[in-house]
């Protein structure tokens, strides 16, 4: 049987067949067999490269092969496994943004790689809050002393405290936007969580690995107490144990005024 959903994603971006296959690294006559049989499964970074051209989910071209590895209960919740954060399609990323409608957590150590990989991130998140979406940013704060052990831990020359401090100045181009706000935690450190209203991608760190290099779980809620609600727990716990980036103006009193 014919892959269907495959063909319709290729049409809705305009992508023809010799144009997968270059992005793919295939030959043609590889892409039309995919085409022709909905059961012939590619290779999974093969399945990760077209779900990127294409802008869709692994598991929408493919489902054969999620069905073959999710099973019931808590696993199917676990919609895709990434070993590497960046092996996720960037579009994965831009529709989970663009789609979430209530809320939006970024709850990595550094968020540095959002503005990196997502040029107009701000103005984004900007329109997203004045639509009614609450909008929070979790980040490990650049002067303690946990951000000073994990930057002797990657020896990277773009430290921690560096890329946080990059994220810290796109956030305050934000500051003043209704539903956005910024707090510091710490214990946040070994595991990111990056949540779009019932849709959540996960970063567990691994040792000296920096974010990109440690693997990624994308869930979708489907139950009370899954996984993405202990994650969704874990999230909310931090944030309730953060501090605010930005102090409130303390309001002044005209009696001991001048």
Not at 115 to 122: D, F, G, I, R, T
Not at 236 to 243: D, H, K, M, P, V
């Amino acid at each position: 049987m014919a892959n269907v959903a495959l063909r319709r994603a290729m049409l809705n971006a305009q992508v023809t067949n010799h144009v997968l296959a270059s992005r793919c690294g295939v030959d043609v006559k590889t892409v039309e067999r995919w085409l022709q049989d909905e059961t012939r499964i590619p290779h999974q970074r093969h399945q990760w490269a077209a779900a990127e051209v294409l802008g869709v989910e692994t598991a929408v071209l493919w489902p054969d092969a999620i069905r073959n590895t999710v099973k019931t209960g808590p696993d199917r919740e676990v919609l895709t496994v990434y070993p590497y954060r960046s092996a996720c399609p960037k579009s994965i990323w831009r529709n989970l943004i663009n789609a979430a409608r209530n809320e939006i957590v970024f709850a990595g150590y550094t968020n540095y790689f959002l503005w990196l990989e997502h040029p107009n991130l701000a103005k984004v998140l900007k329109r997203k809050a004045q639509q009614g979406c609450k909008i929070r940013f979790l980040l490990g704060d650049p002067d303690s002393d946990v951000t000073r052990r994990r930057e002797e831990v990657e020896n990277v020359p773009l430290t921690v405290s560096t890329r946080i401090r990059i994220t810290l100045a796109e956030v305050e181009q934000l500051r003043e936007v209704p539903g956005l706000e910024a707090r510091f935690g710490e214990e946040h450190i070994a595991m990111s969580v990056f949540r779009f209203d019932a849709e959540m991608l996960v970063t567990p760190h691994l040792a000296k690995l920096v974010g990109h290099d440690s693997p990624m779980l994308h869930l979708r809620r489907y139950q009370d107490d899954g996984l993405f609600d202990r994650f969704a727990y874990h999230a909310s716990e931090l944030w309730s144990n953060g501090r605010e980036v930005w102090q409130q103006p303390q309001a002044t009193n005209p009696m001991l005024s001048d």
